[in-house]
C-alpha cells in the first residue's frame, strides 16, 4: 500500500461513523419537554402544556447541533417519526413525575423504546439523561421500577470519584487529562437533588448486566450516589450532575460553579454528546419539515426575573 493511500484509509478510519458514512455535521437533537410545576403555572400563566429550559438548548447549540423541542403527550407515531429524524435525545432535568399519565415518564418510554430497538438493529443513535433525566434512565431500563433512594445533595457542587475501569468507558476514555484531573479534583459538577441511584439499588435489579457505573458522589449524609453511568451496548448516558447549569444558569442563591475550568468540563460533556449523535444520518424528510420542527419557531421567556431557577424557559401550549 502506498503511504498517500494508508493516510486516506487511517482519515476514513478516524472521520467515519459508526455505519462506516463519514460523519454527520448537522445534527439534531430532540430535547423532550415536561410538565409544568405547580410553581410555574402560578408564575406563568397561560394554556402551556409543557416546557424546556433553554439552558438545555444552549447546551445542545454550542456543542454545534441544532434542537428539536418534542412534546409530551403524544401519539405513539409521533415519537416515532421524532427517533427516525433527529440524531439523539436529551431527557432533562426538572420535576416531573414518572407516573404523571401522558407526561415526561410516559412520553420518554415511547422514545428509549424505539432507541433501543434502533441500537439493536446497527442504528446508533444516542441518550442522554441529566438529573432527572439520569434517574428516568433507571426507571426506564427497569421496565418502570422506581429504584431511587432518599438524599440530600441540593444546591452542592462536587468533584467526581471515578470508578476503577472509567477510562475505559466510552464517556471518558477519550477526555483530555486536563478534564479529568478537573472533574476528580475541583467542585465543578452541581447538583440538585433529593433523590439517589446507588449501586445497590443498581445491583439489586440487575441493571449492572447492562450498565457501567463511571462515576460517584456522596451526599451531606455520607451517601454513596451514582454521579455518572452508561450502558454496555448502546450509546445510552446518564449524569445525576448539571453541566448545563456551569454555563446557562445564574440564579444568585444557588451554587453553581461558574468558573473557567467549570466551563471547560460542561462544554466537553456537551461535545461529547453531539460528537455521538453524529454518527447516524436520520433526517426529516424535506427541508420544510425539518425548519417547522426546529425550536427556533419558539421564543424564550426571560422567566429568571420571575424568581425561577431557570434563566429561560419555552413554553409550549401542544
Known amino acids: 500500500m502506498e503511504p498517500q493511500e494508508l493516510v486516506l484509509l487511517v482519515v476514513a478510519v478516524l472521520c467515519g461513523s459508526a455505519s462506516g458514512l463519514p460523519l454527520n455535521n448537522r445534527p439534531i437533537i430532540g430535547i423532550l419537554s415536561q410538565e409544568l410545576t405547580d410553581y410555574m403555572k402560578d408564575k406563568f400563566p397561560g394554556n402551556y402544556t409543557s416546557y424546556i429550559a433553554a439552558s ?22 409521533y415519537y416515532e417519526s421524532v427517533i427516525d429524524t433527529v440524531n439523539g435525545v436529551l431527557f432533562p432535568g426538572g420535576a416531573a413525575s414518572f407516573s404523571a399519565s401522558g407526561g415526561y415518564a410516559d412520553a420518554a418510554w415511547k422514545l428509549y423504546q424505539r432507541a433501543v430497538s434502533k441500537n439493536n438493529a446497527g442504528d ?23 429504584i431511587l433512594t432518599a438524599c440530600d445533595s441540593e444546591n452542592v457542587a462536587l468533584p467526581l470519584k471515578f470508578k476503577l475501569g472509567y477510562k475505559n468507558s466510552r464517556l471518558y476514555e477519550d477526555a483530555p487529562k486536563k478534564i479529568l484531573n478537573i472533574l476528580a479534583s475541583q467542585n465543578v459538577t ?16 440487575g441493571m449492572d448486566k447492562d450498565w457501567n457505573v463511571t462515576a460517584v458522589d456522596s451526599d451531606s449524609e455520607g451517601l454513596e450516589f451514582v454521579s455518572s453511568f452508561e450502558h454496555k451496548l448502546h450509546p445510552f448516558y446518564g449524569v445525576q450532575f448539571h453541566p448545563e447549569k456551569n454555563s446557562f444558569e445564574w440564579k444568585a442563591t444557588k451554587y453553581i460553579p461558574h468558573t473557567a475550568n467549570a466551563i471547560l468540563v460542561q462544554q466537553y460533556f456537551a461535545n461529547f454528546f453531539v460528537k455521538e449523535a453524529r454518527k447516524n444520518h436520520h433526517q426529516f424528510p424535506s427541508q420544510d419539515d425539518e425548519e417547522a420542527a426546529l425550536i427556533y419557531n419558539y421564543q424564550p421567556t426571560y422567566t429568571g426575573k420571575n424568581d425561577s431557577t431557570f434563566e429561560q424557559c419555552y413554553f409550549f401550549s401542544d
Do not use: D
Request: with cysteine; hydrophobic share 40%.
Open 124 to 146: 446508533y443513535f444516542p441518550v442522554w439523561g441529566t438529573c432527572l433525566g439520569f434517574e428516568l434512565l433507571t426507571y426506564l431500563a427497569t421496565r418502570q421500577h422506581n
Open 56 to 77: 438545555y438548548v444552549k447546551y445542545v447549540e454550542e456543542a454545534g447541533a441544532r434542537v428539536v423541542p418534542i412534546k409530551i403527550n403524544q401519539t405513539e407515531s
Open 190 to 205: 452541581v447538583n440538585f437533588h433529593h433523590f439517589c441511584v446507588t449501586e445497590t439499588n443498581l445491583t439489586a435489579v
